[in-house]
């Protein structure tokens, strides 16, 4: 739960110039191709944890507006051909990713976060599951704060 509008999540979340402000492992991102006012293609890049070589993803992220309170942000692993496999990282995969910010009464928003990843991108995330480190949480919570 965020004490913030949806709004303001949803700027923070979409806007990958900021994205370093609050996720530990972003390196760098840049839209590639604007598809519609509600579909972009987007390459992200990552660190790489525990002496593995950085990841980097080409996604196709959609955006919605359920109503006036609720925003969904989805991604999902695509081929491109202005987005070769970059030399020195991991080409990795998302199956399936997302936000969904909720708008509740007085200003706040519950945000739920949600992915299903590619073997090669299972490192990013099995050591917050496991308990072994935390930068997923950590991000959230710079997310949080900044909001």
């Known amino acids: 739960l965020c004490i913030a509008s949806p709004e303001k999540l949803l700027s ?4 990958l110039n900021r994205r370093k402000e609050w996720d530990v492992l972003f390196q760098q991102g ?7 006012k509600e579909n972009i293609i987007i390459h992200l890049a990552f660190k790489g944890k ?7 993803f080409c996604l196709l992220r ?15 692993s695509v081929l491109h051909p202005k987005v070769p496999v ?9 199956l399936s990713s ?16 949600l992915v299903q990843l ?8 099995v050591g917050d599951i496991v308990g072994i480190d935390n930068e ?3 991000s959230f919570q710079n997310l949080s704060k900044l909001a």
Request: proline share 1%.
């Open 118 to 125: 590619g073997n090669k991108a299972l490192n990013l995330a």
């Open 50 to 56: 525990s002496g593995t070589l950085p990841q980097d």
């Open 30 to 36: 840049q839209v590639i191709e604007e598809i519609d």
């Open 12 to 15: 923070l979340v979409t806007d």
């Open 86 to 94: 970059k030399e020195g990282y991991i080409r990795s995969e998302i």
């Open 136 to 138: 997923m949480l950590i």
């Open 62 to 76: 959609s955006f919605r507006q359920l109503d006036k309170y609720c925003y969904v942000i989805s991604n999902r």
């Open 98 to 113: 997302g936000f969904i910010l909720q708008g509740i009464k007085g200003s706040k928003t519950a945000m739920y976060y």
